[in-house]
Structures are given as C-alpha cells and as structure tokens.
C-alpha cells in the first residue's frame, strides 16, 4: 500500500497494536469539542460517556488479545437523521425532539462491528432539506475554516465536525447534495455512493429514490475505509442491490495514466463564480499532467436536473413526511380529534423549508397536475440518465466544480427558496442518474476559502473513482494556495 | 407568471399535506412556490417524446423473502417513545369525528 493511511486508518493501527489507547484518542478528541464545539454547532448531541465506555470496550479487546476490529477507537460523528437506538434522533427537527429510536440503523451497526466509536449526532437541516444547515431547528453548524459562514448543508454539521477535528469520520446523507457540497465547503472529502449500495435502512428518509448514506473524512484513504464498512447488501432494505461491491482501497494508489476524463461543459457555466471554475480547470490540468486524457464532455440535459429534482425530490418528500402525524412518536399536539392533532402537530413540528418542500411535493403528485410536473420530472430523469451512459461511453470519469461557490454567509440566502436551491446544481445530476460522486479539496477560493472539485462515474464505479480522487489529492495546491 | 400557483391551491394542497397556515403564511408560501414552479416550468415545457420514467436508477424487481417470522421491535421499547400508550397499543384522539 504506498497511499498513505489517513488519520482515520492511523489512529486504528495505532490502536490495534496497542501503541495508543482507544480511550486516549477519545477524550483528545472530547477536548477539541469542548474547545470549539460552542462557536461551531456541529452536534445536536455530544456523546462523552457513551464515548468513553465504548472507548473502554476497546481497550479491554486489545488488552485480552482479541481484534477490535479494523477501525478500533475512531471517533465518529453521525449524522442526526440516522437513528441510534436508545439515543435521540431529532433529525433536527421540533416534531422528533427527544425521540429515541427502538433499533439502530445498519450502518451504525456495521459501524459499530469495527470497532468505531460514536462521538455525537450531528447537526443538520430539517429533515436534510437545504443546503446551509441554517434550517435546523436547533440553529445552524458554522463553518470551522470561517465561523462567520456556513458548512454547506444539509450534512453540515457531520462535515464541520470533521473538518474542526472533532472526529476523522463521518457519516452523512446525500439526496441533492449533501455530503458533497457540504465537504467542499468545509474542505474535506465527502462521497455519495452509488445508489442501493448503502443501506438505508434506519435513514429516516427524505425522498426514497434519492437517498444514499455516504462517508466524510480528512482523506480519500479514510473514506474509502469508510465505505467499505458501510457497503453491501442488506436483506433489511429492499432498495439494497443483491451485487458484491467491488473493493476500492486496494486500487487507491494505481494513478491515473490512461484514465479518460471528462470536463462536464455545462457544469462549468451554471452561474459557477471565476474562482471555482479556474479551481476546476487547474484540477483537470493536474490530472493531465499526470497521465490523464482529459477532454470536455457535454451532458445537456444536466441543465434539467435541478427543476426536475425540485419536482422528484419534493413529491417522494411529501409521502415521506407523512408518518409524521403525532400517533405513534414524536411530538403530539393533542387535540380532541385524529386528524385536529395531526395538523396541530405537523404545524407546530415543522419548519418553514419542510412545509414549503411538502406542499410542493403534494401539489406535483395531485390530481390534474401529475403528469405536467412530476410524470414529466421522471421522464427528464431518463434524459440525465442517458446523457451520462453516453458521456460513459468515452470518459472513465467526469469532472466538475462541486459547490458553485465557496462558503456564503450566514443568512446571506435565506430569504429566497430559489437562490439556495441553486446551491446545488452540480450534485444533483448524480442522484437522478443513482451514480457515485465524490467532492475532494482542491485548494482555495479568492477569498481564502475551501473549494471543493467533483468526480462522477458509472453506476458501480467507485474503484475507479477513488482512484481518481486519491491522485487529485496528492496534486491539490496547499492551502497556502500555491499553484501547480 | 402570478398565475403559477394560486391562493387558494396552496390552501388546498396545505390542508391535503395536514398543515395550517396563517394568512401571511398562505401570503409568503403562495410566491414562493410559484417561482420554484416558474423555474420548474422549464421541465413541464420540454418535448420529452415517448421517453419512459425513471423511478428508480436501479430497475431490482419484486424483491422477496420468505415468509418466515423473524425477529421484530420490542413492543415495549416502541410503546415507552410513543405520546400516549395503553394495554399495549398506541393510544390516540377519536378517529372518527365530524367532516371537517
């Protein structure tokens, strides 16, 4: 293996070997929260003696010769939308405030097998719709490169706790963007996997065809660990495909000579600010130098897809969030009747960006209007789908800026649905289409601040992704913004 | 483009998707969505031909298991997270009431 192992992966062998204990890393890791979790805001829940008694576990499995498991005392933030059983799981939102899950999700199970320790829930945007983490109802996760500005969203604070070393992983949840955008503007690397290879089951789910849980770390080796833990099929989760996934740190150092890249032409002119886009075309210069063959790719109906996933994305929301009606969990606004208390309770539980998204989804699915927006939406989604087989057909992987700009104010977006929808124009393609992406750092912006460059492929291509994310990584510009 | 959505749709839709909204709420929610819808509207215009849906980017199929009883929630623990509970069931408001 000469990709060198990231923090993650060198805390676990550390600890495996008994170098360090499980519990040493645990409270280094519980003081830098103490230090800067108060301005920072990535937890909803800081999990110190639950921490510390799994970090014990540890220690004592090491101590009696027995494996602890391939990522023994790492620290991990989960995000909030991701149940625990016996821990609350508000999704950072009123109506579950306080509710404790009677089972784990499978990735926090899986998780839990390697030995990794959970340090905290962490921080989202409702029900993990938006793209700032401002529409928690818990207040917003700041940005740890500058407190003043946002993490990105709707897994802000999974990425924040990262990037302000509060844990070396994280898991997210990526339906539009958000693992992706997010890790771009904390700069750190955040994957979307391909769809139905990670389990959704025990994601309390925000729009059904969408979803995929995915990693957050400091480096492509560690989210690539991550990955692999997390993977698989799950007899639990019917969306679950059946296939082996194809193992990916193994081929993490084969480099890029020969690879087939692409620039994604429309992506790159998307109300994408100078900076990014000049970030992106040193990327592809990087990569050409290495041994690429980097060439542009045009993927029209990309343009389509933020319209059509305002459309998709709503309307399986609006089903989703139905459950949430006050009888079985949760908040209940207790009123003499069934259907008084649903609606108390659903307007006293929800925020402004849940309803505002559930009214469009329920207008899209109704009588008279079906098949105008969504019926078209879906049919659009077969455009996206078959725009990028093609793009396929000559480009191993594809190339584009992440986030159209760096790090934005707090509040600077919220007064207008629509400018924070377009935060995510280049991460959406890849959920329609159920393909893998993964945002890796690549230097700064003009203002000193992350930016973050994108890689898509094929169903199934996370091999041959990660690959090509681990040789962006060693030729990213240090943050002193040197140029290549 | 005020046409895009009305008043008294989002009214509607509100009270399909169970929410109660205040004047100046139906207000805000009545523009806003129909400039999101205006931007949508960019999908309901193109000429898609006889391009079938996507609903799913993984076509699996009748994804089965036997029927076999397996193991399930405790009862219990689901019940102890619920707002109300009795004799091992939830416990809710009168289901059948007047028409709203």
Redesign the interface.
Known sequence: MTAPPGPALTIAAAVRAGERTAREVVEEHLAEIEAREATIHAFNLVLADEARAAADAVDAKVAAGIDPGPLAGVPVALKDNLCTRGIPTTCSSRILDG?????DATVVDRLRETGAIVIGKANLDEFAMGSSTENSAFGPTRNPADPTRVPGGSSGGSAAAVAAGFAPLALGSDTGGSIRQPAALCGVVGLKPT??TVSRYGLVAFAS?LDQIGPFARSVADAAALFEVIAGHD?LD??S??EAIPPVSETLDRGVDGLRVGVIAELLELGIAPDVASRTRHAAEALARAGAKVDEVSVPAAV?G???Y??IAPAEA?SNL?RF????????V???????????T??AG?GAEV??R???G??AL?AGYYD??Y?????????I?RDFARAYEQFDVLLSPTSPTTAFEIGAKTS???TM?LNDVCTIPSN????PAISVPFGVGDDGLPVGVQLLAP?LGEPTLFRAAAALEALAPTTEGAEQ | MSER?TRE??AH??K??????SESELEV?TS??A???D??????A?D?GD????????P?RN?F?DDVVGPT??RD??LA????ADTGM?S????L??E?
């Open positions: 509710w404790r899950p009677p089972y769809y139905g065809s007899p019917s969306t495909i059946p389509y933020l319209s059509a305002y459309l609006s139905a009606d006050g009888m079985r969990y949760g908040l209940r207790e009123r003499p009747t069934a259907e008084e208390t649903m609606v108390a659903r307007t929800f309803k505002r559930i009214m469009l329920t207008y109704s105008a927006y019926g078209k939406a879906q049919r659009v989604r077969t455009l789908v207008d649905p629509l929808y329609l289409a159920g393909d169903a | 959505i749709e989002v839709v509100a399909l998707a169970r929410l109660e909204l929610f806003q969505l400039k999101v819808l931007h949508a509207a960019d999908v309901e193109l898609v391009v079938p849906p996507t609903a799913h980017p993984y699996l994804v298991r929630l405790d623990e689901v997270e619920a707002p109300a939830f809710v408001p009168r289901i009431g007047e709203p």
